[in-house]
C-alpha cells in the first residue's frame, strides 16, 4: 500500500523559548514514502540526533531486511535536514544497514547568502562525498523535470534557477526545491524550508496546476514564510507541519505581527486535517 510517513524528530518536543533574542529551535524534517510494492524514497531525515531512530524506522518498513533507498530527496543543505544522511554515510556500521541507490538535489553555487557567504559550494562537495561514501548515484533535477520511481510521478516544479531573484536571502532557505508526489489517490506538494519569494516564482510559473491533497508547509510552518495566493492555488485539506511545540505556539502566538501569519493561518483554517511532527510519527495512506 502506498503510504507517507511524516517523522517525529526529536527536536519536535522542543519546548522552550523561541524569539529573535534566543534564535529558533530548528525542528528537523524527515519523510518516507513507501510505494505500492514497497519501494522506499526519503525527503530530507532530520538532525544528526535522529539517526538511529529513522534508521529503525527504515528498517521497519523494509519488514526486518535491510532497507533499500531507491531516492534520498535532499531539499537544502541545512544540518536539520541533512543530518541524517550525513550521520550513516560517516558511520560505517549505520551505512551497513542500508542501501541508497540515488541521492537527489541540487543547490545552485551561484545563490548568495546575506552574510556574503556562498554556501552551495561547500555543500555540492559535501553532497559527493556522501555519494561516494554510500556508493549512490547524483542526480541534480532540471526545472519542470518529471520521473516514475515505481508507480510514483516526481514533477520537480522549483529550484532557484535565476538567482538574481533571491541572492542576499538571509540562508540557503531560500536554495529549497519545491517538487510534487502523485500517488494513486492523492498528490503531495514539497516545499522544504522554501522562502516567500520561492513559492512567489512557482505561483507565477504554475498557477492553476498547483492542486494538491496534501501539503508539506514551507520552513516549519513559521510565519517567516507562506503566500496566500499559493495556498489558494494548492487548497490542500491535509498539512504536513515539521514543527516543534515552541515553535508552533510561537506562529500562533508571538508571531502574529509577521508578514506571512495571516497566509498561514489560512491555510491552516482551510485544512481538514494538520499533522504537527510533536505529535508524534504518522502514516497517511495514499
Known sequence: MEKLIQYCT?????????????????????????????????????KPNDTEDFLALLEQQAGGKRPEV???????????????????????????RVKIRTLLYRFPEDF???????????ANRMMAELAALCGADC?????????????????FLYYPYDCRI?????NCNASSMIFTVQA????IMFTGDAVSRNLQVV???????????????????????????????VDAKILLEPTCIAGDRAMHTEYVGKAHAPDNAWAEENAEQIHRTFEGTVEIPL
Open 70 to 96: 531507491e531516492l534520498w530527496i535532499m531539499t537544502h543543505p541545512h544540518s536539520d535536514h541533512f543530518g541524517v544522511l550525513h550521520t550513516i554515510c560517516h558511520t560505517p556500521e549505520l551505512l551497513a
Open 112 to 122: 548568495v547568502e546575506q552574510n556574503g557567504k556562498a554556501s552551495n559550494i561547500d
Open 203 to 233: 505561483t507565477w510559473i504554475y498557477h492553476k496546476k498547483l492542486k494538491c491533497d496534501i501539503l508539506q508547509m514551507p520552513h516549519h510552518a513559521l510565519c517567516d514564510t507562506g503566500l496566500l495566493k499559493f495556498y489558494k492555488e
Open 139 to 155: 542526480h541534480a533535477p532540471e526545472l519542470d523535470e518529471r520521473m516514475s520511481v515505481d508507480g510514483l510521478e516526481f514533477h
Open 166 to 170: 533571491i541572492n542576499h536571502a538571509f
Open 10 to 46: 526529536k527536536s519536535s518536543y522542543y519546548d522552550g523559548d523561541f524569539n529573535s533574542t534566543v534564535g529558533w529551535h530548528a525542528a528537523g524534517m524527515g519523510y518516507i514514502l513507501v510505494t505500492e510494492n514497497g519501494k522506499l524514497i526519503v525527503i530530507d531525515g532530520g
Open 184 to 187: 494513486k489517490n492523492k498528490k
